[in-house]
Each structure stands twice: as C-alpha cells, then as structure tokens.
T-cell receptor, first 108, second 114 residues
Framework: RKEVEQDPGPFNVPEGATVAFNCTYSNSASQSFFWYRQDCRKEPKLLMSVYSSGNEDGRFTAQLNRASQYISLLIRDSKLSDSATYLCVVKDFQKLVFGTGTRLLVSP | DVKVTQSSRYLVKRTGEKVFLECVQDMDHENMFWYRQDPGLGLRLIYFSYDVKMKEKGDIPEGYSVSREKKERFSLILESASTNQTSMYLC?????????????FGSGTRLTVV
C-alpha cells in the first residue's frame, strides 16, 4: 500500500463550482500534513498546511481526520486559475512524502 | 524573495556519461532534498541532507550519489547515466525544525538520457 494515496482525477468542474479532494495516508504516526499545488511543467508550491482543527484560507478549506487517516481539501467558487494538480503531502520525521496528485480542470 | 536555484532547466546527456545536477539555496536552510518526478509515480525521494557533509539515502538512491560541501549547495550525481534516469529532477530545501512551512522547491531540471 502506498504511503499517501490520492484519486488522480481529472476532476472537471465549471467555474463557480465547489470541489473536494480526499487523500489517505498509511502511517498513523505522521505528524504534519500539507497540500501543495503544481502547475503544468512547474515545481510544486505550498498551498496550505493542514491542522488538526481544520483550517481555512480564503476559498480553500483543509480538514484532517486522524482516526480515519485522511485529509481533505475543499475549493469553493472555483476559478479558471485553480486548474492544476493538487498534491497531498505527509511529514514522515524530517521528510515529506508526496501523493501522486489529483488533477483539477476548471472550465468556463 | 527566497530561492532555490537549479543550474539547468533542460539537459540532454548520453548513456554512460557522468552527470552533475546542481542546487543552491539562499535561505540558510539546513535540510536539502533531491526528488525525481515521473508520470503516475509522483515525487520520489532520492537523497537528502540535514547538514554539511552529511547525506542520507531516500527511497530510490540506486545509480545516484550526492555531495554537500557547503550549506547552501547540494549536488546530485548520476555516476553513469542510463535511459531510465530520464526524468524531472527537483531540488528542495527546508528549515530543520519546525517543518510548518514545508519545502521550497527549485524550478526543476528536465533530464533526457539518450
């Protein structure tokens, strides 16, 4: 079983839609969690950290469920510029372990 | 703005060549990492370093070595390039602790081995 698993998508949504991605992780001792965004042929960039109590940054909401070992990302009011691959990332000691990413395509 | 700089954006090398990929960061970060990214496989850790002159194997170190003589520079070496090492190589750095801010990545080197 992979350490971090994501649905590869693509998720095709119209502008203005709400879309959610889930991610599961296998190591129950994992300490920190992140969502990264990667545009085509570019490097990954940190989108947001995921805190135990859940956190929100504008249109983006991240949730953590330790009991079920999954992380979610909710995007409200999708914009064309949200089209990208979203990487779920889990901290394993000093290393980050990346999921393979979920591709989002937002259309007009 | 803080930066991680990779020396080459695109590189084409021949099978059997020794290849050096350079990465420099200007953030005084202790930790540095080399990943490769392939379609369907995501980012896989090759080597990492927590300090000058130290290195640790990641998940796929075979065929690679690294060098960290200075804090700001972390080099990835392909001892004898092979076609299965054709990939996107990403360097990253971070503070040792805490890891709240995750990694900062370089813009990547797309290596083709022919």
């Amino acid at each position: 079983r992979k350490e971090v698993e994501q649905d590869p998508g693509p998720f095709n949504v119209p502008e203005g839609a709400t879309v959610a991605f889930n991610c599961t992780y296998s190591n129950s001792a994992s300490q920190s969690f992140f969502w990264y965004r990667q545009d085509c042929r570019k490097e990954p960039k940190l989108l947001m950290s995921v805190y135990s109590s859940g956190n929100e940054d504008g249109r983006f909401t991240a949730q953590l469920n330790r009991a079920s070992q999954y992380i979610s990302l909710l995007i409200r009011d999708s914009k064309l510029s949200d089209s990208a691959t979203y990487l779920c990332v889990v901290k394993d000691f000093q290393k980050l372990v990346f999921g393979t990413g979920t591709r989002l395509l937002v259309s007009p | 703005d803080v930066k991680v700089t990779q020396s080459s954006r695109y590189l084409v090398k021949r099978t059997g060549e020794k290849v050096f990929l350079e990465c420099v960061q200007d953030m005084d970060h202790e930790n540095m990492f080399w990943y490769r990214q392939d379609p369907g496989l995501g980012l896989r850790l090759i080597y990492f370093s927590y300090d000058v002159k130290m290195k640790e194997k990641g998940d796929i170190p075979e065929g690679y070595s690294v060098s960290r003589e200075k804090k700001e520079r972390f080099s990835l070496i392909l001892e004898s390039a092979s076609t299965n090492q054709t990939s996107m190589y990403l360097c990253a750095s971070s503070l040792r602790a805490p890891l709240a801010d995750g990694y900062t990545f370089g813009s990547g080197t797309r290596l083709t081995v022919v």
